[in-house]
């Protein structure tokens, strides 16, 4: 299954996409996630975006497909994915096509998730993280422990750099100049679909599932099952 959360910052791509992780047990591939490990890290990739992603504009498309084509060549994306926060241009959504077209043709289930600016922009100003293992929390939806540690990994809870409402405010509109032409270039390609994302995390859930029931997003079999027979 190849599924792609497409939506603004905020909305609720992540929860979905873990959601969907441990239903189907295929990865989440979130871009964001990965640049911030590199960040974390220190490594040389990491330096050069730091500041990009504090101000809320993107990672070049150069840089972004040497990070994807590694990430889609690892064992566990054989089977299925969730893209989360890829792709967010439409040169790096034609590059996707490209690789996926290389990997057996498989077909991308494409989901928008939509929410009014004001209900994003609240979700992401009160959004807290694991410094250590990434966990997403919620000031008013789902809080974190008094005592400001992760409940999983005991780690610092911290708000993202970028989470201010002035940096929020700019990545919505960089979304809507650089990844809301990807709406119109997933419709007319099909497998596309919408989800009302001003609800609540189950709510939204079950609608997801539905489509995903209803349209069996499932992998073209072709080598593999001559591989198995
Ligand atoms: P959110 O899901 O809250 O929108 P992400 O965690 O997906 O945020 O992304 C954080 C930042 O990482 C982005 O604002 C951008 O700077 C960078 N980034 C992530 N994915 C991409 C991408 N596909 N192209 C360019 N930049 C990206
Ligand atoms: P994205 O990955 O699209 O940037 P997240 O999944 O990180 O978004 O969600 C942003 C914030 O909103 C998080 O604090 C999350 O707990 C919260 N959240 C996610 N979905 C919902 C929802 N349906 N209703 C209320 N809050 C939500
Ligand atoms: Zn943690």
Do not use: W
Not at 49 to 78: C, F, H, N, T, Y
Not at 192 to 203: P, W
Request: hydrophobic share 35%.
């Amino acid at each position: 299954m190849y599924i792609l959360l497409l939506g603004p910052p905020g909305v609720g791509k992540g929860t979905q996409a873990k959601i969907l992780m441990k239903k189907y047990n295929i990865p989440q591939i979130a871009t964001g996630d990965i640049l911030r490990a590199e960040v974390a890290s220190g490594s040389q990739l990491g330096q050069q975006v730091k500041a990009i992603m504090a101000r809320g504009e993107l990672v070049s498309d150069d840089i972004m497909l040497q990070i994807i084509e590694k990430r889609l060549r690892q064992p566990d994306a054989q089977r299925g994915f969730i893209l989360d926060g890829f792709p967010r241009t439409i040169p790096q959504a034609q590059a996707l096509d490209r690789l996926l077209a290389k990997m057996n043709n498989v077909i991308l289930k494409v989901i928008e998730i939509s929410a009014p600016d004001e209900e994003i922009i609240k979700r992401i100003t009160n959004r807290r993280v694991c410094e250590r293992c990434g966990k997403v929390y919620n000031l008013i939806t789902n809080p974190p422990p008094a005592d400001g540690r992760c409940e999983v990994c005991g780690g610092r809870i911290i708000q993202r750099p970028d989470d201010t409402e002035e940096t929020v405010r700019h990545r919505i509109a960089v979304y809507r100049e650089k990844t809301y032409p990807l709406v119109a270039y997933y419709r007319q390609k099909g497998h596309f679909h919408q989800v009302n994302g001003a609800q609540s995390i189950e709510k939204v859930a079950e609608e997801i599932d539905q489509i995903i029931q209803k349209n069996g997003a499932l992998p073209v079999q072709g080598t593999s099952r001559a591989q198995s027979a």
